[in-house]
C-alpha cells in the first residue's frame, strides 16, 4: 500500500492520503456555459429545427456565437420566404398571388355625397 492518493483525489492539507477529497475544476468564466434559456415548439418542423441550432452556441466561446447566430437568422429567413412561396387558396402551387380586385391602382374615390 502506497501514500499516495488514488488519480484524480488529492489529499485535503491536514488529512491522510486514505482521507483524500476530489479535487473541484477551478471555475473559469471564460468558458462556454449553457444560457438553459428554455425553446418552445412553435409547430413549424423548419422552424423548430433553427430554434434548436441555437443550443449550438451554448457549447462555443463567444466568438463562435455569430456564425451559429447568422445560420439561424438565414434558416429563418428561409423558412419565412418559403412561407410566401406556398399556394394560396385560388391557385395552383407555384402560381402567383391573385390580383387585388382594381389591378395596380387604388379604387376611385366616391363623390356621391349624401344630403340629409
Known sequence: MTDSAPEGLVAAPGTEAGEAAAV???????????????????????????????????????DGHLEVYEDVHRGLRDALTALDARPGPSGPPGSPAPAPPFGNRAPAPSYHQSRS
Open 24 to 62: 473541484e475544476p477551478e471555475y473559469d468564466p471564460a468558458a462556454p456555459a449553457p444560457l438553459n434559456v428554455p425553446r418552445t415548439p412553435t409547430g413549424n418542423a423548419e422552424v423548430d429545427a433553427q430554434l434548436d441550432r441555437l443550443a449550438d452556441a451554448d457549447h462555443l466561446a463567444t
